[in-house]
């Protein structure tokens, strides 16, 4: 099996063009590799969000205050 490494890019209308002179005619397998576009950063993440304004806290709560049932 020859192995054969090559760089192209595919246009805007889905077509790949590969002249190969030095290959033998014949049927190959092709395999196509793209890295994908990097994900969000947190940053941007982050900026998505929609934000809340509650207001100033005043104080804080124990856990025995928020489970207390009004006791």
């Known amino acids: 099996m020859l192995v054969r490494r ?9 077509v790949l063009i590969l002249s190969i002179p030095e290959m ?4 190959v397998e092709v395999i196509i ?5 990097p ?16 207001g ?4 804080s709560l124990r856990r025995e205050e928020i489970y207390n049932n009004g006791r």
């Open 24 to 27: 033998t005619p014949g049927e």
């Open 39 to 54: 994900s969000l950063s947190i940053d941007e993440i982050l900026s998505q969000l929609p934000e809340h304004k509650v």
């Open 56 to 59: 100033k806290i005043l104080g």
């Open 33 to 37: 590799l793209k890295k994908e576009k």
């Open 6 to 14: 090559l760089k192209a890019k595919i246009g805007e209308d889905g």
